[in-house]
């Protein structure tokens, strides 16, 4: 114990005696304090660098978390309002569309002698998807059987069954319609049936064989069925075909309206054929 004290006496001694030697020595000369403060300048320098280089980078990382957070906080935000206006978006959209459709059907409205009807369709028979569908005016609605059904592009079909709120139309294309029909340039008169195979299509039948039809030939109705006013569009020939057995010519014809889309329609509520304007008269005789 007394060797241990011993040891550290004498090495505090030699610290002071050091320190007591370099004192004098830096004093009596100032160029050595500025030589030691050079030497400890040097020395640290590294250690300086370091600890700015360390400090420097703790500060860029902390801004760019803080940079991160607030992008992220504008992304949710921005989401939120996406999200917000989003089904406004579509809503609008559904709605500049539909007034578009109507807006097409006023001016066809406006523009025939007919009294029309406007309706929606509010249903289809997934069985008879390509026959009929159901729109949303019946009996109540003043609506009858065999009152036409059209929309501006053209005709659509008749009106079969009549409920108080709702009625059926069988569609042109259905393979159990079948209409007079007249190729418009040459004024040939057909039969047009629905088809199907191809779905989707009618086809004009009975043409005489030199029947001058060709592709893009336009198709309208004839009055000679008797529910159809003359001149409704139907659709245009795609294909020209003839019968070697019964020696007659017809047509494949695809519809001017898109059954798939239909939305709304039109019905001609005033429409009197030939037929049953004389019996009305006889009647009344």
């Given at each position: 114990m007394f060797r241990n004290n011993r040891r550290k006496i004498?090495?505090?001694?030699?610290?002071?005696?050091?320190?007591?030697?370099l004192m004098s020595w830096s004093t009596n000369n100032p160029q050595r304090i500025l030589f030691f403060e050079?030497?400890?300048a040097g020395a640290l320098r590294p250690l300086q660098k370091g600890a700015s280089a360390v400090t420097l980078f703790l500060t860029d990382t902390w801004q760019f978390i803080g940079d991160v957070q607030n992008v992220y906080r504008d992304n949710l935000q921005l989401r939120r309002e996406l999200e917000k206006y989003g089904g406004s978006d579509l809503h609008l959209l559904e709605t500049l569309q539909e007034n578009r459709r109507l807006r097409n059907l006023l001016q066809f409205q406006e523009a025939v002698?007919?009294?029309?009807?406007?309706?929606?369709?509010?249903?289809?028979?997934?069985?008879?998807?390509?026959s009929t569908l159901t729109i949303d005016k019946g009996s109540n609605d003043g609506i009858k059987v065999?009152?036409?059904?059209?929309?501006?592009?053209?005709?659509?079909?008749?009106i079969i069954d009549v409920m108080p709120n709702h009625a059926k139309v069988q569609l042109i294309?259905?393979?159990s319609s079948g209409i007079s029909a007249i190729v418009q340039r040459t004024r040939d008169n057909g039969v047009l049936v629905g088809l199907s195979t191809p779905r989707g299509y009618t086809r004009i039948t009975?043409?005489?064989?030199?029947?001058?039809?060709?592709?893009?030939?336009?198709?309208?109705?004839?009055?000679?069925?008797?529910?159809f006013p003359k001149g409704l569009?139907?659709?245009?020939?795609?294909?020209?075909?003839?019968?070697?057995?019964?020696?007659e010519r017809s047509a494949l014809v695809l519809p001017e309206v898109d059954f798939d889309r239909l939305e709304e329609v039109?019905?001609?509520?005033?429409?009197?054929?030939?037929?049953?304007?004389?019996?009305e008269s006889g009647a009344g005789q």
């Open positions: 004498l090495s505090a001694i030699a610290v002071v005696l050091l320190l007591s030697i050079r030497l400890a002698e007919h009294e029309l009807t406007p309706a929606q369709v509010i249903g289809r028979n997934p069985s008879s998807w390509f065999d009152m036409p059904v059209v929309t501006n592009l053209g005709l659509v079909g008749k294309i259905s393979p009975r043409l005489e064989q030199h029947a001058d039809i060709r592709e893009g030939d336009v198709i309208i109705s004839s009055p000679l069925t008797g529910v569009v139907i659709g245009r020939v795609v294909e020209v075909s003839d019968d070697p057995v019964s020696l039109l019905i001609i509520v005033n429409y009197q054929s030939s037929a049953e304007g004389e019996a």
